[in-house]
């Protein structure tokens, strides 16, 4: 007895994104054999009894199972893959199945394979048009892919005459025919769908297939669980920090969750999220975080900022703007020491440590010409109200001190204050400093005494 009692029989597409569903090989394996897949299945059991005593594996009627196209990795599909390996001698029949993610997801398989049969309306016509043979594909039986990928049309799960959705195969393995009612499966152009939108974890769910089937998917221990706390470490002091600033990020996986291989929907989900492929998440892991914290720090707007200047340049830029202002010694404002670190880019202190002989003076000199133009601008004042208003009051313009003041800061351009004390003085002048001291005396009294004094 040789390992080929069966035609060797390979399946299409491997090393594609079109790779054939494990379940589409059984039904091709008992076309080819010329019995139903039924018989098939009992006949392989048997042959597997006799050549395996004791291995009561084969017990399992697998074509009866839940999803016909036997694409988990549930023990069923391990067990019934073993066999058909051995039957037919073909190694790479592993590939037609998701075996491969096998102890990096959910040990039960959920999520992973959709419960019926789905196909593309589009690519069983071309095989039919081009008399080649059609097969259901690996990608089709998850239930992230909706629409093929080629054709962008949405997957067909219904027979067009009965409308039964396909949960077994034809029983002789014609996979353009309906289980039910035997027709065919084929369907108009007019009553296809177009997606032309990829579907969402399309592309993570595609790669994943890509790889199976060109049987480079190599699973690193725990590779889930170490990408989230690889992941978690590498961004919580930073995420902590920048979380201020308006920082959207995909939401955090769970502590409680980190520690379970997940679920295939979420391992997209969190691909998706996190921008990276859910291969190299499960073969590199720590590598997948770390350029997954990458992408994270990339999405962040960080502030606008001047470009940096070097330290030399910076200190003769601030030197020559010191000296400047010293050299003019103008006549009107002086900017403050904040002004200039400000327009030179650096701090006070920056000026303070670096020109310990030229910072002195400038405050000598912004200190004079302060008290300088206060004393113009008072000189101003009281030259403009000697000029005539404080001779005029009391009479219709100036008729209270407040209007006097009002008249001098709007003509000079000083302070309220200092417009006061330039009128206080303007009338001192006039009338003399002592009835003003009479005055103040007589204001001591009665508050609502008027100046000048009517005598
Ligand atoms: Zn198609
Ligand atoms: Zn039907």
Redesign the pocket.
């Known amino acids: 007895m040789t390992t080929t009692d069966y035609l060797p029989i390979q399946p299409i597409g491997l090393g594609t994104i079109e790779v054939e569903a494990f379940g589409s090989v059984l039904c091709r394996m008992a076309q080819a054999h010329s019995v139903s897949v039924y018989t098939l299945a009992m006949h392989l059991r048997h042959w597997w009894k006799r050549s395996h005593l004791g291995d009561d594996r084969a017990k399992l009627n697998i074509v009866n199972g839940i999803n016909p196209m036997l694409c988990g990795y549930g023990p069923n599909i391990d067990a019934y893959l073993d066999i058909v390996k051995e039957a037919t001698g073909c190694e790479a029949i592993e590939r037609t199945t998701f075996l491969a993610l096998k102890g990096a997801l959910d040990p039960n398989g959920h999520g992973v394979i959709r419960p019926d049969r789905a196909w593309c309306p589009a690519c069983l016509e071309e095989a039919h048009l081009s008399g080649e043979q059609f097969y259901d594909r690996l990608a089709w039986a998850t239930k992230a892919i909706r629409r093929c990928p080629i054709h962008k049309l949405s997957l067909s799960t219904k027979?067009?005459?009965?409308?039964?959705t396909q949960l077994h195969y034809h029983h002789l393995g014609a996979m353009d025919l309906?289980?039910?009612?035997?027709?065919p499966?084929r369907t108009v152009a007019e009553a296809w769908v177009v997606i032309p939108e990829p579907q969402l974890y399309e592309r993570e769910c595609l790669d994943l297939v890509g790889k199976i089937s060109a049987g480079e998917l190599r699973i690193a221990p725990n590779a889930y669980s170490v990408f989230i706390t690889t992941f978690a470490e590498y961004l919580s002091p930073l995420g902590k920090k920048i979380s201020r600033f308006a920082y959207k990020a995909p939401r955090r996986p769970q502590l409680a969750r980190e520690g379970r291989p997940p679920r295939l929907d979420t391992l997209l989900r969190r691909c998706a999220a996190f921008g990276v492929s859910p291969a190299d998440v499960l073969s590199d892991p720590e590598g997948t975080a770390k350029s997954a914290c990458l992408l994270e720090f990339a999405r962040l707007d960080l502030p606008a900022t001047a470009k940096p200047r070097r330290a030399a340049e910076l200190v003769e830029l601030a030197r020559r703007r010191l000296e400047s202002e010293l050299d003019e010694a103008r006549i009107d404002a002086i900017p403050s020491l904040r002004q200039i670190a400000r327009d030179v880019g650096v701090s006070t202190g920056f000026l303070n440590f670096h020109f310990p002989d030229l910072i002195p003076k400038y405050s000598v000199l912004r200190k004079t010409n302060s008290k300088r133009s206060i004393q113009r601008s008072r000189d101003s004042a009281l030259a403009f109200l000697l000029a005539g208003p404080v001779f005029e009051y009391p009479s219709p313009e100036f008729s209270s001190q407040d209007r006097l003041v009002e008249a001098t800061v709007e003509r000079t351009g000083i302070g309220v204050r200092a417009a006061r004390l330039a009128v206080k003085a303007a009338l001192k002048q006039r009338f003399g400093a002592k009835s003003y001291e009479k005055y103040r005396k007589r204001r001591r009294r009665d508050p609502t005494a008027k100046w000048p004094p009517c005598d």
């Open positions: 027979c067009p005459s009965c409308h039964a309906c289980f039910k009612c035997k027709s499966l």
